[in-house]
Each structure stands twice: as C-alpha cells, then as structure tokens.
C-alpha cells in the first residue's frame, strides 16, 4: 500500500516597487513552514526593493489543511497583505492586496494549480512603474 503524499503550498514574492519592504507578521492557521533555509519568514526581516522570497506552508499529512497569511510593511507607509488557504477537498484560494498606500499596486496568480504543491505568485509595484507600462 503507497502512502498518499502531503500538500504544500508555496508563496513566490517578487518586490519590483523600488521600496525596501519590512516583514511585520507571518502567521499559519494550518500546517507548518517549510523546512528548508528561506522558506519560513523572518519578523522583522527586509525584502529590499528587487528582492524576492520564497516561503512554503507544508501540510502534515494528506488531509491536513493549509493556511496563513504574511504582512508586509513598505517604507513609504501602508501595508502589504498575502493570505492563502486550502481546505481538504476543495481548491486553494488567495488574496493579495496592498492597504494603506496608493504608490503600490500587488498583483497575484497561481502556478500549478490541480498539482499537490500550487505557487501563489505575488509581484508587488510601483503605480509609477505601472502607469509606464514596466510592469504587466
């Protein structure tokens, strides 16, 4: 008898905003952080402007649910928000958005959807850099 394998999702963060951003909180309600080097967030960590991170939530076993969220604090004011979700049997969700601040505009989508290990892609930008057609 094979084992089933366990899920997992990952958060693929690039910041194109030309802000350093500070990581203010980072929470799961389900599952943990990935092991490896990286893939958990550091409170109080940097992502500098260009930067990107990579962050996994891993499920326990087979039917374990997967959640959390992460914010994010640019320097020039606001808030950066990343939330997830995949409950057993149904498929995952997100949300990404950015609050507080009308220079940055976040954009999300998800890679490997259908897969046991779907990305959450999030690009973070500046409206400046939007409006000149730099970012898609």
Known sequence: MSEAANKQIAIAFQNGS???LGVTSAMLVS???GPGTGEQPQIGG???AGGTRRYVNL???PF???GGNISMTPATGGAIVISWS???GEEPSKFAYAQGTTSLTVNSAWTGLG???PTVQVWLASQNLRAAG???
């Open 64 to 66: 374990t649910a997967l």
């Open 18 to 20: 030309g802000v350093s």
């Open 134 to 136: 730099a970012v898609r």
């Open 86 to 88: 995949w409950l057993d």
């Open 115 to 117: 897969s046991l290990s």
């Open 31 to 33: 599952g943990i952080w």
């Open 59 to 61: 499920a326990t076993s």
């Open 46 to 48: 940097t992502i500098l």
